[in-house]
């Protein structure tokens, strides 16, 4: 039987994932929609990233970020949550570690939170329905800055 080994791949790439050290960044993804949780997880799994936690509203998403500090590369940040916003959920982190790269998701027609949270710090925003393409752009260029 053949393997892989036996096919060279002409479309070989880096996973987007992967650090030049070949470990995976690691994210936090703050959300309390579990499905949302679940299809950024996919997405960035995928790539080579390696989820390092999982919180249901904002106020989880602070101690998490505490809690693995600095063990951090990029957390994934909802807006509406119940319990605490991911708007004040930021301004916290940031309290926290001003060095932090927080990405934004929000529903169509919260432009004004997006806003507020870019001037806040936040390194980048996605907006709901999730689009694979634009979830790894997107962490990939909060990455970079």
Sequence with gaps: ?????DFPSINERKAEGVKEDGNG????????SM???KQISQILTSEGFDVVGIATDGEEGVEKYK???PNVDVVTMDITMPKMDGVTA???????DKEARVVMISALGKQDLVKKSL???A???IVKP????KVLERIVMSLKQ
Excluded: A, S
Aim: proline share 0%; net charge positive; hydrophobic share 45%.
């Design 25 to 32: 960044y690691r994210v936090l993804i703050v959300d309390d």
């Design 1 to 5: 039987m053949k393997t892989k080994q």
């Design 67 to 69: 809690e693995l500090f």
């Design 130 to 133: 999730l689009d694979r393409k």
């Design 35 to 37: 499905f949302v949780t």
């Design 119 to 121: 001037l806040l710090g």
């Design 90 to 96: 930021l301004e916290k982190i940031l309290e926290f």
């Design 123 to 125: 390194k980048n925003y």
